[in-house]
């Protein structure tokens, strides 16, 4: 019953115990396609990884749910955690992640984002 982090945890899990469900939980802040992943698992299909499009629509949505819930300036303090483990892949220059890290300005990532899911 939770702390389940990989699909792998998950199988093995099922296959111990017999049990019908796993519990997925903070493992998925951090992830947020391993359920999608663990279903595969227990389904025997191939997981498809996130697209770049997928990841950045997240991102995009969870940004702006943010900046509503908390406003602009607190809510993007509050994003700027999740940017590195949203971003993992999508081979984001280091300076453009170290200024992204360190701005204050809703405006700058939203442009950017923005930016992103246009190239």
């Known amino acids: ?3 389940i982090s990989t699909p ?3 199988l093995a899990l099922r296959s111990a115990s017999g049990c019908a469900g796993v519990m997925i939980g ?3 802040l951090k992830d947020p396609w391993l359920i999608r ?3 595969a698992a227990f389904s025997g299909q191939a997981y498809q990884e996130p697209t770049r499009q997928e990841r950045l629509d997240f991102m995009q949505r969870h940004f702006e749910a943010m900046l509503k819930q908390h406003g602009e300036r ?3 303090l ?3 955690r999740w940017l590195p483990v949203y971003s ?3 081979q984001i220059k280091r300076a453009t992640m170290i200024a992204l890290l360190q701005s204050a300005q809703a405006d700058l990532l939203r ?3 923005q930016e992103q899911r246009t190239s």
């Open 74 to 76: 607190v809510g993007t």
């Open 88 to 90: 993992r892949g999508l």
């Open 78 to 80: 509050l994003f700027r």
């Open 26 to 28: 903070r493992a998925a």
């Open 8 to 10: 792998a945890q998950a």
């Open 37 to 39: 992943a663990t279903q």
């Open 111 to 113: 442009t950017w984002l």
């Open 1 to 3: 019953n939770g702390d």
